[in-house]
């Protein structure tokens, strides 16, 4: 069992950064994917930002370019830069980890909110 804790999330204003964190409490280095996603209330979690298992990332086109999703194997860590931060990146931010089909663990959610 994996837990997932992410921190980070803040209000800041457009334009502004963030750095999210998302630290695991077991290894995820056998892991499949792993990455952030966003939900704003009324609508289905959608995908932000993934690192495939091979190395690449997958990323959606209303973050690409702003945002970038990296690792730290040594801490188990995955994060989450966010620049350039606009009003509609609003969201509750969640960390994924998919190991295996049947081993896939969410973190409890980190709140995002970009307004000035």
């Known amino acids: 069992q994996v837990q997932l804790v992410e921190s980070g999330g803040d209000l800041v204003q457009p334009g502004g950064s963030l750095r999210l964190s998302c630290a695991a409490s077991?290894?995820?280095?056998?892991?499949?994917?792993m990455g952030w996603y966003r939900q704003v209330p009324g609508k289905q979690r959608e995908l932000v930002a993934v690192i495939l298992s091979g190395g690449g990332t997958l990323e959606s086109d209303s973050t690409k370019g702003r945002f970038t999703v990296s690792r730290d194997n040594a801490k188990d860590t995955v994060y989450l830069q966010m620049n350039s931060l606009i009003p509609e990146d609003t969201a509750v931010y969640y960390c994924?980890?998919?190991?295996?089909?049947?081993?896939?663990?969410w973190g409890q959610g980190t709140q995002v909110t970009v307004s000035s």
């Open positions: 994924r980890v998919v190991l295996t089909a049947r081993e896939d663990f």
């Open positions: 077991g290894s995820i280095s056998r892991f499949n994917y």
